[in-house]
C-alpha cells in the first residue's frame, strides 16, 4: 500500500507522521538529541540504535535457550539409538554375520565391514545433514526456526542469514555423531563375530 492510499483509508493529513527517523552525523550525540526530542515532544517515544540492538540480543539469546532444548533431545535421540546399536545386533545382522564366518571370513574382516557400514551410514547422514542444513538457513531463510527466533507478534523485515561456514563447529558435530555411531558397532560385530557361525545361522 502506497504512503498516499493508507493516509486515505486512515484519514491521517499529510502533516502528521507515525514514526520518523533521525540520522544523527556524530554518533556520540545521539542521546544528545534524543533528549531534546522527548523536551520538544514529551508525548514521543524515542529509540536509539543502540537499543534495538540490546533488544534483538536479548531476544535472540532467549530464543536462542528454546532451541538449545530441541536440540538437546535430538542429541539425546541420537543417543539412544546408538546405544541400542550398541547393545546388540537384530538376528539378521547376527545370522549376516554367521553367513560370512561360514564362507571364510575372518573376525577382523568381519569387524572391518561392519566398520565401514557404520562409517559409510553415519557420515552419508552427517553429510546430508549439513547440506540440508545449509540450504535450509541459507536458501530458505531458516523457514522452521524463524518464527521461534523473531517471534509472532511483531513484524520484522527480511530474515536473511549471511553464508558462513564454522570448521571447528561441523567438526564438533562430526565427532559427537559419526565417530559414536561408528564406535557403536565394533564391540557387538565382534562378539557375533566370534560364535560358532553355525549355531548362529540356526537362530
Known sequence: MSDTDFRGLFGIPPTLFTDIVLTVRNPLETSVVSGKILRMLPDTRAVLKDDILRTYDAVFAWRGGVLLVIFSAAVFAFLICAWDKAGGLSHEERREI??????????????????????????????????????????????????????????????????????????????????????????????????????????
Open 98 to 203: 554367521g553367513v560370512l564366518r561360514a564362507v571364510g571370513w575372518d573376525t577382523s574382516e568381519v569387524i572391518m565391514l561392519k566398520v565401514w557400514e557404520g562409517i559409510i551410514i553415519s557420515l552419508s547422514s552427517f553429510m546430508l545433514g549439513i547440506i540440508f542444513a545449509y540450504v535450509h538457513v541459507f536458501f530458505f531463510s531458516s523457514t522452521i526456526f524463524e518464527p521461534v527466533l523473531k517471534g509472532w507478534a511483531v513484524i520484522y523485515p527480511s530474515f536473511r542469514p549471511v553464508p558462513a561456514v564454522n570448521s571447528s563447529q561441523i567438526a564438533a558435530v562430526f565427532f559427537l555423531t559419526v565417530v559414536p555411531y561408528t564406535a557403536a558397532t565394533i564391540i557387538p560385530s565382534w562378539l557375533a563375530s566370534t560364535i560358532d557361525p553355525d549355531s548362529v545361522i540356526r537362530l
